[in-house]
C-alpha cells in the first residue's frame, strides 16, 4: 500500500514500494520580541497602525544614523533563552547580513551570525506515546524588515517600514522533530513558555510567530541526514503541517524515481497546497557577514543573568509537575492545564476560592469541559471568560455541598453567563435549592409507590430496570430539585 | 588692525567679547571674502544668507559666555546639518536635505558657533586630493593647480584662505591631517569615540572620527573641546573624562618622552620628509622632551590593512544609497534595474572601486583570508602601539611621505594615491589621537607636516607638545591670494 501510514500516535512514516521513510524536520522560528520599541530605534512596534507612521530616521537608514541597542529586548531574549534552559552567552556580536531589497533600508540586517545571544537548551513535548526532548541549537537577536506591498498599485510596489527594526528572536532548533503532530506540539510549546515569560505573545496573525521549516527525508532507521530543502516564512500551525507532508511525499518521490535532491530554498503556496523553488544553492545570496561596527560586542555578566532568572515566572513544565503533586490531578489534564498560561491561572484562582473543601475533580471537569465548550463556541480567551474563577469556584462548592444536583448546576452555568452572575443568587432566585429533607423525599417517594402499585410489586418479583422509572418519578416530582443519592437510598429501602 | 579674517579664532573671540568686533562683521568679512574666492571651489552650498542674519540676531541678544560667540563657521559637508543640503561630495546625494544635526555640529551651534556654509570634500571621504569629489577639484591656496589634499580638503584650502576661522573635518585614514599638512594648517583627529558619529555620513564606520582643523594649536583646543562629547546616540562614543583643552594647554612639556618609530623610515621617502623629521626631533628637544627610539614592528601591513577594513566596511555603509528613500533615483525597468542605474549615475569611480574591493573581501571563501586577517593584523598594529606607549608618552613621525602634488598627477594612479596615507593610517587603526602641525617647505616652498601621535584619550599631551613645538618652529603661512579676482 502507498501512502501515508495512519496511527493512533503521533509517528509519520511515508511507505513507497516497501520502502520505509522517516521525516527528519528542523524549525527556525522567527518569534517578534514584546517591546515597546524597536531593537535598535525608539519607534512604536504597535501592530496595525498606518503605514510609515512608526518610522524613525534610524529605521529608514538616513544617512549618518546609528542604531543604539534597546535593553529590554536583550533583556527579553535572555529569559527566553532561560526558558529555553538554555546557555546564555556573556559575550554576543551583532553582524550586519548585507543584501538589497526596497523593504531592507539599511542594505543589510543587523543579526547574530557567529555569536548569537544564547546558546544550547531545549524543550519537552507532551506526546501521546510519551515526553520527547526537542534539541534547541540557539536563539539569536534580529532586525525585522519593512512590508512589500505588490498588489495596491498595479505599476508600483508600495513600501511599509513600521515593522523595520522590530526585534525578532530566531530560534533554531535541532533536526530533531519526526511528524506534522510534533511540530505542532513543539510550536505550541514553545509559544506558551514565551507568553509564561511575556516575551513574545505568539499571535500568528499578527506575524508575531513564523517559521523557515527545514524537511528532509531517510529511509527508517538509517542514522544519516538526508538533504533538506528550507521552506520560507510559513506563518501558521497548519500550513507548516501541510507543507511539511507535501514536501516530505515529495522528495520521496524523487528518491524513489532514482533523482537527486537539490538544497533549495522553497515557498509554501497554501492556494495549491504545495512547495516550489524559491533559489537554488548556486542563487543563494552570499550575505557578507561581518560584525557590524557601529554597534560593540553585547557583554552580559552572570549577575545580570541571575537577577533575570530572579524574575522568571513558574514555567508551563513546573506548574505541571506542582499541579500533579499539589492538587493530585492527572499527568493528562495537568498538560491540559498549563498550556496556557491564563488557563493555568483560571484554574489556580479557582482552586484557590473553592476554600478548604476544595474538589478538583469538578474543578477540573467543569474548567476542561463546560468553560472550554463555550469559550470555544465563541471564540473567547479565558482571560476574557464570562464567568469569573471566582464565581465558577462557588458553584462548583454549591455542588459539592449538595446545594444543587450536578443536572441543576449545568442550569445555572448558562444563566450566570449573563453578566458573570453569582450562582447562590440565582439558586435563591429561582428556587433551585437541592431538595435534601429526607422527611420530605419519603413522603413524596411513598406517594410514588402508591400511585405506581403494580410497577412497584413487578420490581420485588424481579424486574430491576424498574428502579430507574421511580428514580425518574421521583426527579420529575421535585422538579429535579431532589438529591439524587438520597432517592436511591429511600427506594431502596421502601421498594 | 590685521584683518578680521586672517585673525586666530581665539583672538577673534576675544575682539568679539570685548566687543571691538561684532559677529555680523566677523560674518560679513567671511562672507565677503568666501564670495571673492568661488576659483577655489571650496563651497559645495553656501549659508551665507542665514549666516549673515543669524549674526544680527546674536549682536541684539549676545552671550558672551559662550565658547564660540557669534563665530561664523564654515564645516566638511559630511556633516548632516539641518534643513541645510548635505552631499557627502556625491551625486548620489545631491539633492539630500537632512532633517537632523550631527551631534558634532550641533555642540558647535550650542557653543554659539553660526554655520557659515558646506565645504567640498573627496566622494564619501574617499581620497587624499579632493579631486573624486563630484563637485569638482578644490584649489590649494598655497599654489595654483596644487591639491589641497583630501578628503576634508574643501576645508583645509578654506582655511588656509582664510575663509573660515576654524572648521571641522572628518579622518578616517588621514583625512584631517594630510590636508592640513598640505595648506600649512592644524588637523587634530582625536582618539575614537571621542567625538560622536551621529549625523555624520559613514564611511568606515569603525575608523571615522572628527575633529578640528585650524591656523594654530590653541585654537584646535578650543574647538576639540566644543565637539568632543560623550552621546548616546552613538554606540561607540566613549564616556570618558574630557580635559578643558584650551584652559590646560600648556608649554611646559619638559621631561616628555617621545618616540621615533624606525619603521617609517619608509623606502624612497624623499631627503626633504627625512630632513624635516630630524629638524622636528630637534625641536623637540629644544622643548625640553626627551626622545627615545621605538619600534613599530607591523607597520609596513598598515596600509593593506585599511584598505581592506575601510572599503569593507564602507561597501555596506553605502549599501542604503539604493534610490528607495532618497537622494537621486534613476528610473529603471525593475528594482535591480532601478538599483544599478542609480548607483551607477550616483557614484563616482573611487568609491565604485572601494565598494567592489570592499565586497569581494567579505565575499564567502574569502571573508577568512582578507577581512578577518586585516581585523587581526589590525590588532597587531594597535598592540605595537600600546608596547610603545610603556615606554613613551607620545610618538613624532611626519604627517605625510610628500608635500602637496599637482591636481591631476596621481588621479589615475590609485596606489600611489593611497600611499599618501602610509603614515596617518596607522593611527586610525589603532584609534588613537593624532595631530598635524606645519613645520616647514620642501623646495616649492609648499608647506610640510609633522605628526604627533597620542596616547588613548590623551589629546592633552598630544596638543601640548604640538603648541610647544609650533612656537619653536615658528611657521607663518605665506598666501598671496592668487586666487582673487
Known amino acids: 500500500m502507498d501512502g501515508i501510514m495512519s496511527k493512533n500516535n503521533s509517528e509519520f512514516f511515508i511507505e513507497r514500494n516497501d520502502n520505509i521513510y522517516e521525516v527528519v524536520i528542523g524549525l527556525e522560528v522567527h518569534a517578534q520580541v514584546t517591546s515597546n520599541s524597536k531593537l535598535f530605534s525608539s519607534s512604536s512596534t504597535k501592530f496595525g497602525a498606518e503605514p510609515n507612521t512608526q518610522v524613525s530616521l534610524v529605521d529608514a537608514a538616513f544617512p549618518g544614523m546609528l542604531p543604539v541597542i534597546n535593553e529590554y529586548c536583550v533583556k527579553q531574549a535572555i529569559k527566553t533563552g532561560i526558558g529555553l534552559k538554555a546557555k546564555i552567552n556573556n559575550k554576543s556580536v551583532f553582524d550586519r547580513k548585507n543584501y538589497f531589497y526596497a523593504d531592507l533600508p539599511q542594505g543589510y540586517q543587523i543579526s547574530q551570525y557567529k555569536y548569537p545571544i544564547v546558546g544550547e537548551g531545549n524543550v519537552i513535548l507532551d506526546m501521546p506515546e510519551g515526553q520527547k526532548q526537542v534539541g534547541i541549537e540557539r536563539l539569536h537577536l534580529e532586525q525585522d524588515a519593512g512590508k512589500s506591498i505588490h498588489d495596491i498599485d498595479p505599476s508600483n510596489t508600495l513600501v511599509d517600514l513600521n515593522r523595520s527594526g522590530v526585534a525578532l528572536m530566531e530560534i533554531v532548533s535541532k533536526p530533531d522533530l519526526r511528524s506534522p503532530d510534533e511540530v505542532n506540539a513543539y510550536i505550541k510549546k514553545l509559544r506558551s513558555i514565551m507568553r509564561y515569560l511575556g516575551t513574545c505573545d505568539g499571535n500568528m496573525q499578527e506575524g508575531s510567530l513564523r517559521a523557515d521549516v527545514n524537511v528532509s527525508v531517510r529511509i527508517k532507521g538509517s542514522t544519516e541526514l538526508g538533504t533538506r530543502c528550507e521552506i520560507k516564512n510559513v506563518n501558521s500551525i497548519k500550513f507548516m503541517q501541510m507543507a511539511i507532508i507535501y514536501e516530505a511525499n515529495r522528495q520521496v518521490d524523487l528518491i524513489e524515481e532514482g533523482e537527486e535532491i537539490d538544497q533549495e530554498t522553497r515557498l509554501f503556496d497554501t492556494k495549491k497546497n504545495e512547495t516550489r523553488s524559491m533559489r537554488s544553492k548556486e542563487d543563494a545570496h552570499d550575505y557578507r557577514y561581518f560584525p557590524d561596527p557601529d554597534l560593540l560586542p553585547l557583554e552580559i555578566t552572570d549577575e545580570f543573568i541571575d537577577q533575570l532568572k530572579s524574575e522568571i515566572p513558574e514555567l508551563p513544565d513546573d506548574k505541571k509537575k506542582r499541579f500533579i503533586d499539589e492538587f493530585k490531578i492527572s499527568p493528562y489534564e495537568a498538560t491540559i492545564l498549563v498550556s496556557d498560561i491564563d488557563t493555568a491561572k483560571y484554574f489556580e484562582e479557582v482552586v484557590a476560592k473553592m476554600g478548604k473543601n476544595r474538589d478538583m475533580k469538578l474543578a477540573v471537569n467543569w474548567i476542561t469541559g463546560e468553560l472550554f465548550a463555550v469559550l470555544n463556541n465563541k471564540n473567547i480567551e479565558i482571560a476574557h471568560s464570562p464567568i469569573s474563577a471566582k464565581n465558577l469556584a462557588k458553584l462548583i462548592n454549591l455542588i459539592k455541598n449538595g446545594t444543587i444536583s450536578g443536572k441543576i448546576a449545568k442550569t445555572i452555568f448558562e444563566l450566570m453567563m449573563d453578566g458573570d452572575i453569582d450562582p447562590q443568587i440565582i439558586v435563591e432566585e429561582k428556587g433551585l435549592k437541592q431538595q435534601s429533607d429526607p422527611k420530605a423525599l419519603e413522603e413524596l417517594i411513598d406517594k410514588i409507590i402508591n400511585d405506581n402499585r403494580e410497577k412497584a410489586i413487578e420490581y420485588k418479583q424481579g424486574k430491576e430496570k424498574l428502579f430507574g422509572f421511580f428514580v425518574g418519578q421521583a426527579m420529575k416530582a421535585s422538579g429535579g430539585k431532589a438529591n439524587p443519592q438520597l432517592i436511591n437510598e429511600i427506594l431502596k429501602k421502601k421498594l | ?485
Open chain 2, 1 to 485: 588692525m590685521t584683518e578680521i579674517t586672517s585673525l586666530s579664532l581665539f583672538e577673534l573671540i576675544k575682539n568679539i567679547k570685548e566687543k571691538k568686533i561684532s559677529s555680523n562683521e566677523a560674518a560679513k568679512s567671511f562672507v565677503d571674502r568666501s564670495q571673492k574666492s568661488k576659483k577655489l571651489n571650496t563651497y559645495v552650498t553656501e549659508n551665507f544668507e542665514n549666516c549673515l542674519k543669524l549674526s544680527k540676531e546674536f549682536d541684539n541678544k549676545p552671550n558672551f559666555d559662550l565658547k564660540l560667540p557669534g563665530i561664523p563657521i564654515a564645516v566638511k559637508d559630511l556633516f548632516c546639518t539641518n534643513e541645510v543640503r548635505t552631499t557627502a561630495g556625491s551625486n548620489i546625494l545631491n539633492n539630500f536635505v537632512p532633517s537632523y544635526e550631527s551631534t558634532v555640529t550641533q555642540n558647535i551651534w550650542n557653543e554659539g558657533g553660526i554655520l557659515l556654509g558646506k565645504l567640498n570634500c573627496d566622494e564619501f571621504a574617499m581620497g587624499s586630493s579632493n579631486e573624486t569629489s563630484f563637485f569638482g577639484n578644490v584649489q590649494n591656496p598655497i599654489a595654483k593647480d596644487l591639491v589641497p589634499g583630501g578628503s576634508s580638503g574643501g576645508s583645509s584650502s578654506a582655511l588656509a584662505a582664510n575663509l573660515t576661522p576654524v572648521t571641522i573635518g572628518t579622518d578616517t585614514g588621514g583625512s584631517i591631517r594630510q590636508p592640513a599638512s598640505f595648506t600649512g594648517t592644524v588637523g587634530l583627529k582625536p582618539t575614537y569615540g571621542s567625538c560622536s558619529r551621529y549625523g555624520i555620513v559613514a564611511f568606515a564606520s569603525s575608523l571615522d572620527q572628527a575633529g578640528p582643523m585650524s591656523k594654530d594649536v590653541k585654537d584646535s583646543s578650543i574647538l576639540l573641546e566644543v565637539i568632543s562629547s560623550f552621546d548616546k546616540k552613538d554606540s561607540t562614543s566613549i564616556d570618558f573624562k574630557r580635559n578643558n583643552y584650551s584652559s590646560e594647554l600648556t608649554r611646559n612639556i619638559k621631561g616628555i618622552k617621545i618616540g621615533i618609530p624606525k619603521e617609517y623610515r619608509v623606502d624612497g621617502m624623499p631627503g626633504e620628509i627625512e630632513n624635516l623629521w630630524k629638524k622636528g626631533i630637534e625641536y623637540a628637544k629644544d622643548c625640553g622632551a626627551e626622545i627615545i627610539d621605538i619600534s613599530l614592528p607591523h607597520t609596513s601591513y598598515a596600509l593593506p590593512t585599511y584598505y581592506i577594513v575601510a572599503p569593507a566596511e564602507a561597501s555596506s555603509n553605502l549599501a542604503r544609497y539604493d534610490g528607495v528613500k532618497y537622494g537621486l533615483r534613476s528610473s529603471g525597468e525593475s528594482l535591480i534595474d532601478m538599483y544599478e542605474k542609480t548607483r551607477s549615475e550616483g557614484f563616482g569611480e573611487e568609491v565604485k572601486r572601494r565598494i567592489m574591493i570592499g565586497t569581494y573581501v567579505l565575499s564567502s571563501g574569502y571573508y577568512d583570508a582578507y577581512y578577518l586577517k586585516a581585523q587581526k593584523v589590525r590588532q597587531l598594529i594597535k598592540k605595537d602601539f600600546d608596547d610603545a606607549y610603556n615606554k613613551v608618552d607620545a610618538i613624532l613621525t611626519p604627517s605625510t611621505p610628500s608635500s602637496a602634488f599637482k591636481i591631476g598627477e596621481k588621479s589615475n594612479d590609485p596606489v600611489s594615491m593611497y600611499l599618501n596615507d602610509i603614515f596617518t593610517v596607522p593611527v586610525n587603526l589603532a584609534g588613537l589621537p593624532g595631530i598635524s602641525i606645519p613645520a616647514g617647505r620642501d623646495k616649492n616652498n609648499y608647506p610640510l607636516g609633522l605628526q604627533i601621535i597620542g596616547k588613548p584619550f590623551d589629546e592633552q599631551t598630544v596638543l601640548n607638545i604640538a603648541y610647544s613645538m609650533e612656537e619653536k618652529i615658528n611657521y607663518k603661512n605665506n598666501i598671496t591670494d592668487w586666487w582673487m579676482e
